[in-house]
């Protein structure tokens, strides 16, 4: 599979009609029980996640928070959220938190940053952004998360890749991610990907905050809300249905690994 050769300096490839995508994703969200909450406002857009019960008694069930589309250039993101609540196919011991789209905005402009020119998976340290905050104040009300998997996608990159946070040495996911997405998609190769060391398309970042002076949204999670993650990067250089792929099915290789019990 080839590289479509369209981005230079920036992402030139296909783009979303972000207004549909979320009607369909409401649609989707209340034919299979999930329940909205509106927690911020971002132009025309409500800012919501979507909130799922596990099918097996608390004693039971995780809690695993999945989010999308913090960055507009990066369409893949979304539309896998719909996709995965379409097919509807969860872990039955999972309560789940799904925040779809945190920058709609962004998809309107088809850019990064959010109307203001700001990237908001810079911002979850000095929370300069309304849309941060506002993330931020719903997160803390919220129970700690098991697990967190994080949507996005990288113009740069020569395949899929990831970043697993896992301070405690959880049992890993990153090897069953990439051991999924292999079948759908390329895995970058390189040995340094975003400046860090990388091994079979998998980095394992540094966990001092002191040497972040921005942190990512996965970053807060980590550091806040939950003790084992991962950061999805799907390559924008690659054909959109073909990222979208990739985002699902590295979404369901972790959950399936992470939770062993289907409904």
Known sequence: MERLGKNHGGYHGETIDIRAVLRDIGIAAQQHGWTPENFGRQGEFNLF??????????????????????HGDEPAGPMAALRLLQENHWPADAELWFCPCLNPV????????????????????????????????????????????????????????????????????????????????PIDPSEIIEDRPANGGIIRPKLDPNTRPQWAEAFYLIMNKSRLGCTLEAPSDFPLPVRVNALVAGMNAALESFNPVWR
């Open 106 to 185: 962004g998809f309107v402009l088809n850019r990064r940053e959010n109307p203001d020119g700001k990237d908001l998976n810079r911002d979850y340290r000095h929370l300069e952004t309304a849309e941060v905050r506002a993330h931020i104040a719903w997160l803390e009300r919220q129970p700690q998360f098991d697990l967190y998997l994080c949507l996005h996608e990288d113009w740069e990159a020569h395949g899929f890749y990831l970043y697993e946070q896992n301070p405690d040495q959880q049992p890993a996911l990153a090897e069953k991610i990439i051991e999924a997405v292999r079948k759908v998609c």
């Open 49 to 70: 996640t979507l909130h799922r019960a596990a099918s097996l008694p608390p004693l039971h069930s995780t809690r695993v928070y999945l989010s999308a589309g913090i």
